[in-house]
Nanobody
Framework: QMQLVESGGGLVQSGGSLRLSCAASGRTFENYVMGWFRQAPGKEREFVSAISSGGGGTFASDSVKDRFVVSRDNDKKAVYLQMNRLKPDDTAVYYC????????????????????WGQGTQVTVSS
């Protein structure tokens, strides 16, 4: 089992920044691909960003790739999402997820590839 706990969400004005953190415990963190997903009210959960187990590869959705940066610290068993130039459309509950599978460009964005999920943290961007 792996437990994931997100933090860092909150209310921010449009154009502002937030840094989300996800603390992991349990299994060998460095073996897992880590992803960030989000779900806005009335919408389906969508992929935001992911980072390979060693941190050398990152992926991001087109809507955030120029504004959000994913990183990880395997010693601290943590993954981060630095969110810059936030927009009201970024308002959602953000979830951290872990995958023990071998992911690639064809599937890193698919939520069913991830085995463990956090409880989510709310991000609200005001206009």
């Amino acid at each position: 089992q792996m437990q994931l706990v997100e933090s860092g969400g909150g209310l921010v004005q449009s154009g502002g920044s937030l840094r989300l953190s996800c603390a992991a415990s349990g299994r060998t963190f460095e073996n897992y691909v880590m992803g960030w997903f989000r779900q806005a009210p009335g919408k389906e959960r969508e992929f935001v960003s992911a980072i390979s187990s060693g941190g050398g590869g990152t992926f991001a959705s087109d809507s955030v790739k120029d504004r959000f940066v994913v990183s990880r610290d395997n010693d601290k068993k943590a993954v981060y999402l630095q969110m810059n130039r936030l927009k009201p459309d970024d308002t959602a509950v953000y979830y951290c997820a872990a995958s023990g599978r071998i992911l690639n460009a064809a599937n890193y964005y698919q939520d069913w590839m991830y085995d463990y999920w956090g409880q989510g943290t709310q991000v609200t961007v005001s206009s």
